[in-house]
């Protein structure tokens, strides 16, 4: 068994586990990286202008450049989705971690780091349900193509929204931003780009509101508000933040926040000792990916120290 212990097992999206692969390699570490099928957050954007040395960068040009890094440094991914992971005590007293795959594949490390993604938190109300993938949506940049000159709308609470709504203005008629607050929460930058396109009648603001009820025959009609009002549309989109996927951590005691946030020190350690954790799904609340680049080479510099001891 200890001929296949790997020193660090990468439980990833990305970017946080590239920087941390880097530093793994350049700190000679035996590592292995899994990675399930996943299109994560910052997918959803269409345009990425705060990544440092590109003024502005598709995320797919992104995500290649970043699996064409790992190839130049030797890095094997596997496609795999982890089901389990657990702690193990060897007859040496040594502590490692046993993650399992769907297919019952076995992964044998001395550390983890835990760098996933979150998921698209829903209205949670019945007639979302049924339309889901018809008439409601959850991803702008995919689905584009239906909405064009159609009078839609986004459910908001962040600045991911404004970003999608910016992008819709370029291929629908008319964009609504409802919104559950009364002053909108975003980037100066975006907030001003925003006010151009309401200025040119291109997005409205619906503030104080949220949906209450979709009506639908052939497309959607018309919602209904919890204010009352009712808006006629054609398409939904829901960006309402989302929910870190943390439930694998738990199975070995990680401690979550209320939010279901990993729980991390400044180095990114977990309460559970050689078990790191970065981006989305961990309580730093500035989530982007810049900051994962550093939480990746963060989690890799402490594995490099436990590992080295």
Request: hydrophobic residues 45%.
């Amino acid at each position: 068994m200890k001929e296949n212990i790997k020193d660090i097992l990468i439980i990833w999206t990305w970017p946080a586990w590239l920087s941390a692969a880097v530093y793994a390699k350049r700190y000679e570490l035996d590592i292995e990286i899994v990675w399930e099928v996943f299109w994560w957050t910052v997918t959803k954007t269409h345009l990425i202008e705060n990544w440092p040395w590109t003024n502005s960068i598709s995320w797919f040009e992104l995500w290649m450049n970043l699996v064409n890094h790992a190839k130049n440094l030797w890095v094997e991914v596997k496609a795999k989705k982890i089901e389990n992971i657990e702690e193990k005590i060897l007859e040496s007293w040594e502590k490692i971690f046993i993650s399992t795959d769907l297919n019952w594949e076995k992964f044998l490390s001395k550390t983890i780091i835990f760098a996933t993604w979150t998921h698209h938190r829903k209205l949670w109300i019945e007639t979302e349900e049924k339309y889901i993938n018809k008439w409601v949506s959850y991803c702008a940049t995919c689905d584009w193509a239906f909405f064009r000159w159609k009078d839609v709308a986004i459910v908001w609470w962040s600045d991911s929204a404004v970003k999608e709504s910016l992008l819709l203005t370029q291929y629908a008629k008319k964009v609504y931003l409802i919104y559950r607050w009364e002053k909108p929460r975003a980037e100066p930058i975006n907030l001003k780009r925003m006010q151009e396109k309401i200025d040119e009648w291109k997005i409205e603001i619906v503030n104080n509101s949220n949906i209450s009820e979709i009506f639908w025959e052939n497309s959607v009609e018309w919602v209904k508000l919890d204010t009352w009002k009712t808006l006629n549309l054609e398409w939904i989109f829901v960006e309402i933040w989302s929910l870190p996927n943390s439930e694998l951590a738990k199975n070995v005691w990680v401690e979550l926040n209320q939010k279901w946030e990993i729980i991390t020190d400044k180095f990114w350690k977990t309460n559970i000792e050689w078990f790191f954790a970065a981006w989305d799904i961990v309580n730093n609340p500035f989530k982007q990916a810049i900051v994962s680049a550093s939480e990746g080479a963060h989690c890799a510099n402490q594995a490099f120290e436990f590992v080295g001891k």
